[in-house]
Each structure stands twice: as structure tokens, then as C-alpha cells.
């Protein structure tokens, strides 16, 4: 993504709500600030948690869950989310952050998008909010980075676990997911090492994930202009040499802990997929418990998830 198009992304954003300072670890939102230092020997050069202004109590969660998992306050950065509902989408698209199709799939009515695929003003939201971040990443020389959406569920002992899993992950990577959807069940086939998988074209979710200032800088070229919902445009570069056919996602160069460290929660419906960022039915809560077991997780009769 090339300067002017980066900085078109703060004139597509009508709230004067969030100011978003692009010095290295340091945030500024309206009601709070967070500034962090990142001591020599940490898992990561810095942390990040995407997180909309309206939606303080997914801070809060968002805290809980990292304290759980043994991060320390000063070891992470509040990172303001875009909020999609301020965007003019006119404008994004002539700035080439959204395609032609992909403005078109917008107009259309909910009714007639393919849900989880097609754009809404929560999925810009989302896509500007990365892409703002992984400006700032592509612009330090940080190795490491992990970001967090704030609907991430953290095992306890994470630091632990994750040194653990990654020591199988080859030293190629510029992308890891350590949360992830595997939809079609392919990743099994795309098995590089105990626990590791390269990524299947239908891996989805952003909730979790380390990326190097070099993968950033790739996700930038491949994934904007944006056409479909983020998840997906992050999966469109691929080879279709892998076992048994099955394309898998080569730009960046990225591997998938499976099964994944980190669970997306459901509990508090999406305000990505949702106008409202709604409260979620018993649906959601029993996809919830059952992302957890597919991760390892013991979920006990009462929902109680124990990692």
C-alpha cells in the first residue's frame, strides 16, 4: 500500500473520535491512553488489540482474557478500530482501498450478499483497522508482532504453550495464525510439523495473529483494494501443488497452528457481521463452546471452558 493510499485511509474515516498516532507502540484514543515498551527476550516485539471506542466492554474482555494469559498491561497497546459505520465508502473506493466489485457486492441488498464473503460497513471497518496497523508494522523492523481482535479467547499459560507449538513453525514464516477457522477441513493435508499446517484457501477469521513487518508489507499488496471481507482477501494468493491438490496460501508466507492456540468467542455476537455488534442466541454460545473443543479445549457442563 503506497503512502498516498495509507493516509486516504484516515480521509475515509468521518469520526473525529479517534486520532491514531503512527509513532512506534504508542495509541491515542479519546478517554484513554496506552504506551508500551517491549523489553529484549519477550515472545513479541509488541502487542496489539483492535478495538472500536463504542465497545468498551470488549476492552474489558479483552483485558481479561490477556491478564488470563499472562500478559502484563504494559506488554500489550490498544490499537483504535475503524469504525465502518463512519466510513464513506465512495471515497474508499476512489482512494483503491475498496474494488469496483467489491462497492457494487456493497449496494447490493443484505439479502442478496453472501454472508461472511461479501463487504458491509462492519467487514470495511475491519479490513481499514488491519490495514492501518499493518502500516505501522511494515514500517518498524519488528519480527514479531502479534495482534489481537478484542473477541479472542486465551488459554492460560499462554507464553508457555506458544514457545512450545512454535518451536515446529519453519523460520520462513512472514504470517502465523494462532487462531483460525480450518472451514473445509484441509489443513490436515497441509501438514508441515506437529500442530502446523500451511494455510488452506478457506482458512478464515483475523482474531489472532503474528505477523513480521515483512508480511505486513505483503498483506498490504495482496490484500487491498479490498473485494470480499478481509479474511478472505488474506487467502487469494495461492499454489495448488500442495497434498492431494489443495491450494494453500503463499503470499505472505504463512503457517496455522492446528489445532489453533487461540478461540474466537461468540458469546458476544459480531460487529463485523452485525449492524448492531448484536447479543448473541444459544447458537452462538454452543458455536463458541464448540470452536473450544475443536482446539483442545474442556468445555464442562456449565460452559466453563478450561484450556
Known sequence: ?????????????????????????????????????????????????????RRPDRWEFATQQL?????????YVRFPAVDGR???????HACGLISRLGLLRL???????????D??????????????LWAQIAASRHRSVLVVEDDSLFP??????YEARTKQVPSDWELLYVSGLDTAGQAPQLRVAEGVCRVP??????????????????????CFPVTYQLDTMMTLRTAGDGAGGVPY????????????LVVQATRMGSDIQSVSGGVCDRDEVEEERARCRAAGWEVQETGTLVP
Open 201 to 222: 484457501q478457506m482458512h478464515r477469521t483475523t482474531n489472532c495473529y503474528v505477523v513480521s513487518h515483512r508480511g505486513a508489507r505483503l498483506l498490504l499488496d495482496a
Open 67 to 75: 491478564s488470563r494469559a499472562g500478559f502484563l498491561h504494559e506488554e
Open 1 to 53: 500500500m503506497s503512502l498516498p493510499r495509507r493516509m486516504c485511509v484516515f480521509a475515509t474515516c468521518q469520526s473525529n473520535r479517534k486520532s491514531c498516532s503512527m509513532r512506534q507502540s504508542s495509541v491515542t484514543s479519546e478517554g484513554y491512553r496506552y504506551s508500551s515498551t517491549f523489553a529484549a527476550g519477550r515472545l513479541f516485539d509488541a502487542v496489539y488489540v483492535i478495538n472500536l471506542d
Open 156 to 161: 492460560q499459560d499462554f507464553h508457555h504453550k
Open 107 to 117: 449496494q447490493e441488498p443484505e439479502h442478496r450478499r453472501i454472508w461472511g464473503m
Open 86 to 92: 463512519n466510513v464513506d465508502l465512495q471515497k474508499a
Open 119 to 132: 463487504l458491509n460497513p462492519g467487514a470495511v471497518g475491519c479490513a481499514l483497522s488491519h490495514a492501518l
Open 249 to 260: 496460501v503463499t503470499v505472505p508466507n504463512c503457517y496455522t497452528l492446528q489445532p489453533p
